[in-house]
């Protein structure tokens, strides 16, 4: 409660600002909420010290967090099939590859890469940072991009004539979709009603997907058509019992690889609307 009003203090929301993220939150405008954005790898500090309520989180970052955490299954990102925009970029075939400069940005993006080399190409690959954002001079050998910038900032073809879709590569091998975020709460926080209202506001989204690419592609860097192929048909925002099951599996190969140190089993919200 707030000394002034004695109303309760509002719900925070913590999301990113990429245009993936839109159809979850554009619009979303309800009483005693609210958002702050940040980028896919900072949200998990956000939600662990306290500084948001719910966060849409790198679904990794549920194995590793140090505070116990649940899924909130009203919606995240994830693909059944291309993403368009986490894609790995390489000047030689991928199976001599032994090294990624990969974007800090995402931690799934990063474990999922490693599955993918090992799944795909029998490779255990080292893995350094690479601030896509701010890179000055030679780009490296071989590197993972994800989020606006690939689409604003793609490689040109003839330096990177090597190039993987790692949401397309995972459905290969497992037939499965793939969950790249999902919303997630500490589990001693009590949400009210705020994920049946994300749940509605993610549903009303699915229907107004012209209006969001006409509001956010530009200032996003994305031509409008693309932005509409991506946002209404590459990406998916439900998450159903296939979703959580892909996200176990995905758990599981990370975990082979000694990428989670132990894998948790997952713990649904119990107010969640699913």
């Known amino acids: 409660m707030t000394a002034e009003t004695d109303q309760p203090d509002p719900l925070r929301i913590g999301c990113v600002s990429f ?7 554009d619009g979303f405008d309800a009483p005693g909420c609210a958002v702050r954005y940040d ?36 919606g995240g990102i994830g693909s059944r099939g291309p993403t368009l925009t986490v894609r790995l970029f390489s000047r030689a075939p991928f199976e001599r590859v ?18 993918v080399m090992q ?3 029998g490779r255990a690959v080292e893995v350094v940072d690479f ?20 689409v604003a900032a793609t490689p040109h073809n003839g330096d990177y004539p090597h190039e993987l879709d790692l949401g397309q590569a995972w459905f290969e091998a497992t037939g499965l979709p793939f969950v790249f975020a999902v919303w997630m709460a500490r589990r001693s926080t009590e949400l009210g009603n705020l994920p049946e209202l994300l749940e509605a506001n993610r549903a009303a989204n699915a229907g107004r997907i ?13 031509p409008s058509a693309l932005a509409g192929r991506y946002l ?15 996200i176990e599996r995905f758990w599981q190969l990370a975990g082979g690889l000694g990428l989670i140190d132990a894998v948790r089993p997952m713990r649904l919200y119990a107010g969640a609307a699913t």
């Open 39 to 74: 980028v896919p790898s900072r949200l998990l500090e956000d939600l662990e010290r306290g500084e948001v309520d719910l966060a849409l989180c790198p679904v990794i970052d549920y194995q590793r967090s140090a505070e116990p955490l649940v899924v909130v299954p009203v």
């Open 119 to 121: 799944q795909r190409f």
């Open 19 to 25: 245009l993936n993220a839109k159809p979850l939150i």
């Open 131 to 150: 601030d896509a954002r701010h890179q000055t001079g030679e780009l490296p050998d071989t590197m993972l991009l994800i989020g606006d910038k690939v």
């Open 232 to 246: 209404g048909e590459k990406l998916r925002y439900a998450v159903g019992d296939e979703e959580l099951r892909a």
């Open 210 to 222: 012209d209006q969001i690419v006409e509001r956010w592609a530009a200032p996003l860097g994305w």
């Open 98 to 115: 032994t090294r990624i400069a990969a974007d800090t940005d995402s931690h799934t993006s990063v474990a999922l890469a490693r599955v």
